[in-house]
């Protein structure tokens, strides 16, 4: 289990999006190996700590990871591959920052940092250092979550990549 929910600053940011009643129902949808609310809650909170020590707005992190997942469950309605293809990887993040203005008031980089997060699967490139930061932890938190999903032992390649990373940010 990771920390954020020990950690006081970090659940004082995002206390108002966990009390939105739409935004809970993620809580419920299967994402790779995991459900998407914790999927959504590690990539926010491992990219609010990359970003505190490098010194970006590590607030507009945790808050942009937590909703870069807030989409619903369509892609299982689909029944050919090309279409599960494409809602997965260029439509969700539009359905995502649709949700999220719906219920929250964002800002330009927080929207940035939801709608860029499958780059550079999709089209559209992160514009800021936080919007890259999000990103790369999705990346490296799915692959390990779908290494689980399909039992392939990628959890020691996993944990190097994440010792590279940190090194190279220190």
């Not at 707005?57 to 299982?76: P, Q, W």
């Not at 969700?92 to 927080?110: G, I, M, Q, R």
């Amino acid at each position: 289990m990771t920390k954020y929910n020990k950690d006081e600053e970090y659940l004082f940011i995002i206390d108002n999006i966990m009390e939105n009643e739409e935004f809970k129902k993620i809580e419920n949808i299967k994402h790779h190996n995991t459900t998407r609310l914790d999927h959504s809650m590690k990539v926010s909170y491992y990219s609010y700590k990359i970003a505190k020590i490098l010194k970006l707005d590590y607030k507009e992190v945790a808050r942009g990871g937590l909703l870069h997942d807030f989409y619903t469950d369509e892609i299982s309605e689909c029944s050919k591959i090309k279409d599960k293809i494409k809602l997965f990887s260029t439509q969700h993040p539009k359905d995502a920052v649709n949700n999220a203005t719906t219920y929250f008031n964002l800002s330009e980089k927080e929207i940035n940092i939801i709608e860029s997060h499958m780059f550079p699967v999709d089209y559209r490139v992160p514009k800021y250092a936080e919007s890259w930061i999000v990103s790369l932890v999705d990346k490296v938190l799915s692959l390990g979550e779908f290494s689980k999903k399909f039992s392939y032992k990628l959890s020691y390649v996993f944990n190097l990549y994440l010792l590279f990373v940190l090194n190279i940010i220190k």
